[in-house]
């Protein structure tokens, strides 16, 4: 689980031209509850699909 939050932690808050970032503590989701972590998941992986596609368009 703590490889998990380290990885959402550090999607969460990298950050290039093509993502922005979210200001994200390792110990703010490591004490989260399980559907806020869904959440937060989710939220991450929308980013990356932004970046991606951000990326694709400048292309």
Request: negative net charge; proline residues 0%.
């Amino acid at each position: 689980m703590q490889d998990c939050i380290t990885t959402l932690v550090e999607v969460l808050n990298y950050s290039d031209e093509n993502k922005t970032s979210i200001n994200v503590s390792y110990e703010t989701l490591i004490n989260c509850r399980l559907y806020e972590l869904e959440y937060w998941n989710l939220r991450a992986e929308k980013l990356l699909e932004d970046s991606e596609k951000r990326s694709s368009d400048s292309e």
